[in-house]
């Protein structure tokens, strides 16, 4: 019988039989691999914690936690401005010229409260944004995340639901504020709070929105990048 490893090798790193998995996933892996699908989300039966599991390949990959003896102690690896500003051409995604020169003026600060009694979302400095990030194994600069993220969630979905061009599907849903994933995928991310992400709505460039990597849900805030421009400023 195929055994599946944690990735998480540094505080477990154990394999499993799919009979150990509870009965949610080894339904969803024995579904996942007659779908041929490339990506699901699983609980490691053991350590508790989630990862990224390709049943095609058997290849499981972290994403929920990282690796301490693995960061760069460097500093974090970063996209140059040339390379950032292609990122975005080539995406066709336009940052607010009033945005970015407030991220790249003395007024900046980095803290926002974006919800009563939650905490404050730190919000990407311009150096961050430019930050790269591996999301299930592909990397993302952080203004971009939302990419990797549709992309994961869209392999989810069986291969005839992606479009062709882009291998994103196309829909997303109702509870889902009626984003697509490709609409989810333009959109950037302005800021984080643990693993939440506050970005702007790809739809008309300024209502604000969080995403939770964790179940793939959106959550809409009061903010719109303008009054926050304005809140920001005063």
């Not at 604000?208 to 920001?232: A, C």
Request: proline share 3%.
């Amino acid at each position: 019988m195929i055994k599946i490893s944690c990735p998480y090798d540094w505080v477990c790193g154990q394999e499993f039989t799919i009979d150990e998995l509870s009965a949610h996933d080894q339904d969803f892996v024995i579904s996942a691999a007659a779908k041929k699908m490339k990506l699901i989300f699983i609980d490691c039966p053991v350590c508790k914690v989630t990862f990224s599991y390709n049943p095609s390949s058997n290849v499981s990959t972290a994403s929920e936690m990282i690796n301490p003896d693995q960061k760069d102690k460097k500093g974090p690896v970063r996209k140059t401005l040339k390379e950032f500003n292609a990122l975005l051409k080539k995406d066709k995604i336009v940052l607010l010229p009033a945005y970015l020169a407030y991220l790249k003026s003395a007024k900046f600060k980095a803290q926002l409260k974006v919800f009563k009694d939650q905490d404050a979302f730190e919000l990407l400095s311009y150096d961050s944004m430019r930050e790269v990030v591996n999301i299930d194994g592909r990397d993302y600069v952080n203004a971009r995340q939302l990419k990797g993220f549709a992309l994961s969630l869209s392999e989810l979905e069986p291969e005839n639901n992606r479009s062709q061009e882009t291998g994103v599907s196309s829909a997303y849903g109702k509870d889902n504020y009626f984003f697509t994933l490709d609409e989810l995928a333009d959109s950037i991310v302005i800021g984080q709070s643990g693993t939440r992400l506050l970005f702007i709505d790809s739809r008309d460039q300024d209502t604000l929105f969080v995403f939770h990597p964790d179940g793939g849900d959106i959550e809409k805030t009061s903010l719109s990048l303008r009054n926050l421009m304005n809140l920001l400023n005063n």
